[in-house]
C-alpha cells in the first residue's frame, strides 16, 4: 500500500527540532512511500499576538536541500499549516502567494482574539463548563474557516480534545457540534476541499470514525492522512491502521497533493 504522512513538523516550525533529513529517514523505515512537510504558519501566536512578516527562506531552503538528497523512488512535498486564515484571509492569501506549495492545511488553533486569542493549548480547562465554552467558539471558527479558499484541507478537527480529556480528564465529546461539523464540511466539500485524519502520532485513529462517517454521508470524498509528528520516530504513526479503517468505512481514495491539486490514491 502507497503511504504518505501529510501532517509533521520539523526545526522550521517553533515547537520542534526534528530536522527534515531525519523525518524523511524515519518515514523511508516507517515503509512509506511520502512526506509532505507541513511547519506552522501562523498568524496569531500562543498567546493570542498577531505575528509578523513572515520570512519563508528557511522552509524553502531546508525543503530544497533535502529534497535534492531524497532516496530515490521517495516522493518529498512542500506543505504548510497555516493557522488563523480565517481571522486574517487576506493576508493568508498573499502570504502564500508565488511560493512553490504542493498543500497547506488550514488549521484554528487558537480561540477568537476578541476572547484573548489563547492557543487552546495553554488554557487551563477546570470545568467541563470550560471545554464547552472553548468549544463553541472553536466550531465557530472551523465554520469561518471553511468558507475560505487559502487552505487545502481542514487541519485536526478534534484537536482541542487532546488539552480537554487526555490532559485535563474530561470526557468532552463533539455531539452537540453534528450541525456545525455539517456546515463546515459541506462549505469545505463545495469548495474542492477536504479534511484531514490527523494520528496525533498514531494515539487516535479510532476516534474519528465519528466525524468520518458524517463527512462520507455528506458526500465529503478528500482526505489527507498525517501523524502531527514533531518527532522523527512519530512520522508515520497510525497512517497504514487510518488506511485500513478508511477501506473498512467504505471510502474508496485517500489523497495526496501536487501543486495545491488533489490526486486520489485508491484504497
Ligand atoms: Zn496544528
Ligand atoms: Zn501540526
Known amino acids: 500500500?502507497?503511504?504518505?504522512?501529510?501532517?509533521?513538523?520539523?526545526?522550521?516550525?517553533?515547537?520542534?527540532?526534528?530536522?527534515?533529513?531525519?523525518?524523511?529517514?524515519?518515514?523511508?523505515?516507517?515503509?512509506?512511500?511520502?512526506?509532505?512537510?507541513?511547519?506552522?504558519?501562523?498568524?496569531?501566536?500562543?498567546?493570542?499576538?498577531?505575528?509578523?512578516?513572515?520570512?519563508?527562506?528557511?522552509?524553502l531552503g531546508q525543503y530544497e536541500r533535502v529534497r535534492a538528497e531524497c532516496p530515490e523512488g521517495f516522493e518529498l512535498r512542500l506543505g504548510i499549516e497555516l493557522g488563523a486564515i480565517q481571522f486574517f484571509p487576506e493576508r493568508a492569501q498573499k502570504i502564500l502567494e508565488g511560493v512553490p506549495l504542493d498543500f497547506?492545511?488550514?488549521?484554528?488553533?487558537?480561540?477568537?482574539?476578541?476572547?484573548?486569542?489563547?492557543?487552546?493549548?495553554?488554557?487551563?480547562?477546570?470545568?467541563?463548563?470550560?471545554?464547552?465554552?472553548?468549544?463553541?467558539?472553536?466550531?465557530?471558527?472551523?465554520?469561518a474557516l471553511a468558507k475560505h479558499d487559502s487552505y487545502d484541507v481542514i487541519g485536526h478537527i478534534i484537536y482541542p480534545l487532546r488539552y480537554m480529556n487526555k490532559r485535563d480528564g474530561h470526557s468532552v465529546t463533539l455531539d452537540r457540534y453534528t450541525e456545525h461539523m455539517a456546515t463546515f464540511m459541506r462549505s469545505a466539500i463545495g469548495n474542492g476541499r477536504g479534511i484531514e485524519v490527523?494520528?496525533?502520532?498514531?494515539?487516535e485513529v479510532e476516534a474519528w470514525r465519528p466525524v468520518l462517517e458524517l463527512y462520507r454521508e455528506l458526500g465529503g470524498e478528500i482526505i489527507t492522512i498525517g501523524t502531527d509528528a514533531h518527532k522523527p520516530e512519530d512520522v508515520g504513526k497510525g497512517v497504514a491502521q487510518t488506511v485500513q479503517m478508511l477501506k473498512d468505512m467504505g471510502f474508496s481514495y485517500y489523497t495526496v497533493y501536487r501543486g495545491r491539486k488533489p490526486q486520489f490514491i485508491k484504497l
Not at 115 to 139: H, W
Open 104 to 143: 497547506v492545511i488550514g488549521s484554528v488553533h487558537n480561540v477568537d482574539p476578541k476572547l484573548g486569542g489563547e492557543d487552546f493549548y495553554f488554557i487551563p480547562y477546570k470545568t467541563e463548563q470550560d471545554c464547552y465554552t472553548a468549544l463553541d467558539d472553536y466550531f465557530k471558527s472551523l465554520c
Open 198 to 203: 490527523n494520528t496525533n502520532r498514531g494515539a
Open 1 to 59: 500500500m502507497y503511504l504518505a504522512d501529510y501532517h509533521n513538523h520539523t526545526c522550521c516550525s517553533p515547537d520542534s527540532e526534528a530536522k527534515l533529513e531525519d523525518m524523511v529517514r524515519c518515514a523511508v523505515e516507517a515503509g512509506l512511500s511520502e512526506l509532505c512537510t507541513t511547519d506552522h504558519l501562523d498568524l496569531l501566536g500562543w498567546h493570542g499576538e498577531v505575528l509578523g512578516d513572515w520570512d519563508w527562506t528557511p522552509v
